[in-house]
T-cell receptor, first 116, second 117 residues
Framework: AQSVTQPDIHITVSEGASLELRCNYS??????LFWYVQSPGQGLQLLLK??????LVQGIKGFEAEFKRSQSSFNLRKPSVHWSDAAEYFC??????????????FGQGTILTVHP | GAVVSQHPSRVICKSGTSVKIECRSL??????MFWYRQFPKQSLMLMAT?????????EQGVEKDKFLINHASLTLSTLTVTSAHPEDSSFYIC?????????????FGPGTRLTVT
């Protein structure tokens, strides 16, 4: 069964500092990987996704993520954090086959706090 | 494009009553819709997968008689929580999957906050 681990439950950074959120996955084949952001009481917004090809993926709001097969990781990065980036971030792995196309398994989430 | 709505956004109901939550894809047809449940400060847990015109597939541990899912059209799925109890209080989120051509991306609704008193 597929699984996703986000080791950091809560991260605090200063505005303007760089950010890296960790994500490790377990999946039997090449995964579909996603990063979502959720503001309090809201639904999920897709930041970026990886399906194939270039392992460095660019997303919205200045975020990027790198797929590293050897490490089973898909870490999210941003060079300079803005106060508006404070939210909860979820990494997810998607199934590729059978009748479960699109079925996502989410990590536990990482809450990002940004200090002024 | 690719907007998914949920109605209501918040609902409070008494214990023992039933409540229906609607999930609509506004500008595309969704071959598959997913229902997730999110407890406070926790991740999203998939409850069920529904395909238009067929019975929903429930995840292990989810009571199909309690959480009734209907996907009657390509733009509407409903989740009915029957005989609700306080432990059913949660944030319910749906997502819609357009199928081929969508690069396997699901589009999420804004969520419904259910409180059972």
């Amino acid at each position: 069964a597929q699984s996703v681990t986000q080791p950091d439950i809560h991260i605090t950074v200063s505005e303007g500092a760089s950010l890296e959120l960790r994500c490790n996955y377990s999946y039997g084949a090449t995964p579909y990987l996603f990063w979502y952001v959720q503001s309090p009481g809201q639904g999920l917004q897709l930041l970026l996704k990886y399906f194939s090809g270039d392992t460095l993926v660019q997303g919205i709001k200045g975020f990027e993520a790198e797929f590293k097969r050897s490490q089973s990781s898909f870490n999210l990065r941003k060079p300079s954090v803005h106060w508006s980036d404070a939210a909860e971030y979820f990494c997810a792995v998607g199934e590729r086959s059978g009748t479960s196309y699109g079925k996502l398994t989410f990590g536990q989430g990482t809450i990002l706090t940004v200090h002024p | 494009g690719a907007v998914v709505s949920q109605h209501p956004s918040r609902v409070i109901c008494k214990s023992g009553t039933s409540v229906k939550i609607e999930c609509r894809s506004l500008d595309f047809q969704a071959t598959t819709m997913f229902w997730y449940r999110q407890f406070p400060k926790q991740s999203l847990m998939l409850m069920a997968t529904s395909n238009e015109g067929s019975k929903a597939t429930y995840e292990q541990g989810v009571e199909k008689d309690k959480f009734l899912i209907n996907h009657a059209s390509l733009t509407l799925s409903t989740l009915t929580v029957t005989s609700a109890h306080p432990e059913d209080s949660s944030f319910y989120i749906c997502s819609a999957y357009p199928g081929t051509g969508s690069s396997y991306e699901q589009y999420f609704g804004p969520g419904t906050r259910l409180t059972v008193t």
